[in-house]
């Protein structure tokens, strides 16, 4: 076991924000967000959106990294400390949850690498139509040997910045990634709102329309803000637990939110005034960024730039994240296990890649594997790990913090004004009755409810 002061630290506040907003914007934000937005009422949507983090993402978000900070270890020896007994298979799941999500995150990281090139190499230019831009993709994602490739180098990149460290690695590339991916996000916000025609995406995406929200909604918003902020698997424990204690856990919290849900809000900005521009209608997942989105870019002037921009924006947006749900795995394996760093990186890596290479295959040599309730590998790692293992997660975090460990000692990890001090009581009466409360509704919409009665 290693010893604890040996441990690493963020080399500034700004370097750890940087490395929690880069695991918390991901393909949630670019892909997920603007179409939930856009089908359910909105700048209604958005506005609900708010609420979420208010009374959902932030007080979890404090939460995972007062545990992070005060234990200064991986979820799994955190729980051991706050918890003791049972309560560490709450890490367990956490350390497993980030293992199952990397096996198909990565396959879809890997796919943006290959749009990257794809772009660079102009095959822009024949995805006039639909049929020709589903046509190739589906010909990608069914090509394993392309598919198995771009998932190891996917990987392989993961693995080269984890294995440097906190500071040199992990700190390093999120301070240099997570402006350029805000950057390249406004180039193309410029280039899609100037479009002829972009008004009417633009209505589509932001017009409030409260007519659509209802119950349903909510907790969609709800279950989308939890995912989007990386919460419920010990991520933001593993960050929190590199972190200074002069650093100050309210303000960092608020910041890191803000940056995501600026990320979500622009993605939208930059895809719907430019789809409704050239005249096409938005679907959701893979399809608008995989399907629609390069038939729009076929219709602009220099297209193939804005193309392989904007595929670099989701090759960088999954990085950050896969970046941080390794270092869960690592830092399990370093803290607990006393494995190198170099060590724990190189295994773990490995079994990734290797536990991806089916979910890789979902769309080609497995595609009629099954493996439960008629789902593809692939679809199983994404529901398992999205509808159970996170919102469960989430809701024993707040539990073990609310009632087992008790608020008034963590407390004392929050920023010592107490000027605060009405803020801390809110914070402490979420974490006990209202995100418990929350996270209960989620698992029964999404995973029993949904389960049942998909449509
Ligand atoms: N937040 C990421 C996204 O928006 C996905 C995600 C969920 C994640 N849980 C995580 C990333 C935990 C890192 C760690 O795409």
Not at 119 to 146: K, L
Not at 186 to 197: A, D, F, K, P, Q
Not at 393 to 416: M, P, Q, R, T, V
Request: glycine share 10%.
């Amino acid at each position: 076991m290693s010893d604890k002061n040996s441990r690493e630290h963020w080399g500034s506040k700004i370097g750890f924000i940087l490395a929690a907003a880069g695991s918390a914007i991901g393909l949630g934000n670019i892909w997920k967000f603007p179409y939930l937005a856009g089908e359910n009422g909105g700048g209604a949507f958005v506005v609900l959106y708010l609420i979420c983090i208010v009374v959902l993402g932030l007080p979890v978000m404090i939460a995972e990294i007062v545990i992070g900070r005060h234990t200064g270890r991986d979820p799994v020896g955190a729980f051991k400390q706050i918890g003791g007994g049972r309560w560490k298979l709450v890490g367990y799941l956490g350390v497993a949850s980030g293992f199952f999500i990397m096996t198909y995150y990565s396959v879809v990281g890997g796919w943006t690498i290959g749009y990257i090139v794809k772009s660079a190499g102009g095959f822009i230019g024949s995805m006039t139509d639909i049929r020709a831009a589903e046509e190739t993709f589906t010909r990608f994602i069914q090509n394993p040997f392309e598919t198995v490739f771009y998932l190891f180098l996917f990987m392989a990149i993961t693995v080269f910045i984890v294995m440097r460290g906190i500071k040199d690695g992990i700190e390093k590339w999120n301070k240099f990634l997570l402006p350029l991916l805000f950057i390249i996000l406004i180039v193309l916000i410029i280039r899609s709102l100037t479009l002829e025609g972009a008004s009417a995406g633009l209505a589509f995406y932001l017009k409030p329309d409260f007519s659509k929200v209802d119950v349903k909604t909510v907790i969609e918003a709800m279950g989308q803000c939890f995912f989007s902020l990386s919460l419920g698997m010990g991520a933001m424990i593993t960050y929190g637990s590199y972190l200074n204690k002069e650093d100050k856990i309210l303000s960092s919290s608020l910041q890191i939110v803000t940056l995501d849900t600026f990320a979500a809000i622009l993605s939208g900005l930059a895809i719907f005034p430019a789809l409704f521009a050239v005249g096409m209608t938005p679907d959701k997942g893979p399809g608008l960024t995989f399907n629609i989105l390069p038939v729009v870019f076929s219709k602009m002037s220099y297209g193939s730039v804005f193309a392989v921009l904007f595929f670099i924006l989701l090759f960088i947006a999954a990085l950050t994240s896969s970046i941080s749900l390794v270092e869960v795995v690592v830092a399990f394996i370093t803290d607990e296990k006393g494995w190198s760093r170099r060590k724990a990186v190189l295994v773990f890596g490995s079994l990734i890649f290797l536990l991806g290479i089916p979910s890789a295959l979902s769309f080609s040599t497995l595609k009629d594997v099954r493996i439960f309730f008629g789902t593809t590998y692939f679809d199983f790692m994404d529901r398992l790990t999205t509808i159970y293992m996170l919102p469960i997660g989430g809701l024993f975090i707040a539990l073990c913090l609310g009632w087992k460990y008790g608020l008034k000692n963590a407390i004392h990890e929050l920023d010592a004004d107490t000027r605060l001090a009405a803020l801390k009581k809110m914070w402490a009466f979420s974490i006990r009755y209202i995100s418990p409360l929350i996270l209960v509704a989620i698992i029964l919409y999404f995973g029993v409810y949904r389960m049942l009665f998909p449509h």
